[in-house]
DNA sequence: ACCTGAACACCGTTCAAGT
DNA sequence: ACCTGAACACCGTTCAAGT
């Protein structure tokens, strides 16, 4: 958790006040209360999040949630915003490693970024997905955080199909198959499902895949 | 979800006793509190069953629940497997509908009457692959209907390897790379993510990607 | 064998009050 | 502006008791 945490912190960390440490005025509390969140995702799964928890573990009454948050939905969907932030960083650090990759190389990359994060903290990830979040529209900063993710996803598609190198159907179709096929593999894995003899590992498993349907959905392309 | 309780019910209505009205022995408690959850998953989402709640449903007070089930736990588990038993029951019922398909064909069914099933009952398909259900081992019953459900797409993927219509490719990876793709798909319409004016309807996106990716795995073989 | 009622240790949330 | 404490209406679960 520690990289990605660091990553998403940046702007949180720089409000933090010089009253910190004592038990009023706590500083920070709402980081306090999204840090003691994600370790409390790392550690068990979801579910098991609850706001009087996660008020002990930063040493403050159960009703100080409520200054910094609106309900435990509130909560959720910040912990789920910083989830989309670290899953675009995901991707982009996956594309940066390999500069010089071709137009459908890259759309596989990204999937790999997407599946290496999504099996790598699955409580978050799946939080992310959770019922609780149906409401999306309610929460700009997650469905903008969301919508980048999946922005990237689109773009790659958009320009494999411009550049001829995936079949020259409607972007949104193609955007939707792969997205399907990343999520349904970690979510399928993340639940235990692809631990199995007979499987190589997920992140194997993610580059077999992806080679496997991007030279697919090449060749059907004619 | 009446018909689907139809099928999955008829273990359960025999044993309907003639006391069955009054308050005290209930009759069958134990299939009133299923179908209570049923009608409390399909009314609202997953997330908002308790057991007291669906105690009140059945005219029963709260702690009769553990006469028939160990826990809240234990309780899900049984309506998973009974959602388990309608995905198959989908899958098959679509196969039937096209007695004479071919193998490739069949395996592209198979994944519509799956997503069918998946959209049909959102929050019972959530529940099936929800965080709770992660210890399947402790249920032998729905560890069997779900491995009954993924059977069948096995089946499918083999009998279309075999009759030279799937690439060569390891029967496993191949499943998964399906299950991945139609469960991928399922969650994310559940989710309400695929609900957009550039997208057809996730039935048709179903009937699509199965063509799109069986005929790209056909040609990708060579 | 099947169900009830009281009780325990939890929840999320509200509201008045403290500094 | 930020936090506390008491209170309310809920949970899941246990245990002794009722028929």
Redesign the interface.
């Known amino acids: 958790m520690s990289a990605y945490v660091n990553v998403v912190n940046i702007n949180g960390v720089g409000t933090v006040s010089a009253v910190q440490g004592e038990n009023y005025h706590h500083g920070d509390l709402r980081r306090a209360l999204i840090d003691a969140a994600l370790a409390a995702l790392a550690e068990n ?3 098991t999040l609850s706001l009087r928890g996660l008020a002990r573990a930063a040493g403050v009454s159960a009703t100080a949630v409520y200054r910094h948050f609106a309900n435990k939905e509130d909560l959720l969907a910040a912990i789920a915003t910083e989830g989309f932030e670290g899953l675009s960083a995901s991707m982009q650090q996956r594309l940066e490693r390999e500069p010089g990759a071709g137009r459908l190389r890259r759309l596989v990359i990204l999937g790999e970024g997407y599946v290496d994060y999504a099996i790598a903290h699955p ?1 978050h990830y ?1 939080l992310m ?1 959770g ?4 409401a ?1 529209g309610e929460y700009p900063a997650l469905a903008a955080a969301a919508a980048h993710s999946y922005g990237m996803l689109e773009q790659a598609v958009s320009d494999a199909i411009t550049a001829g190198e995936l ?1 020259a ?2 972007e ?2 193609l955007s ?2 792969f ?7 970690a ?2 894995n993340n ?2 499902l ?1 631990a ?1 003899s ?3 590992g997920t992140n194997e ?1 993610s580059h ?2 992806g080679e ?2 991007a ?3 090449n ?2 392309r004619e």
Do not use: I, Y
């Open positions: 799964g979801p579910g409580a799946r997905f019922p609780r979040m149906l999306r079949p159907m409607p949104p179709v939707t198959l997205w399907s096929w990343v999520h349904g593999l979510m399928l639940d235990g692809l199995r007979d499987l190589p498993l077999d895949f496997l349907l030279n697919a959905l060749q059907f």
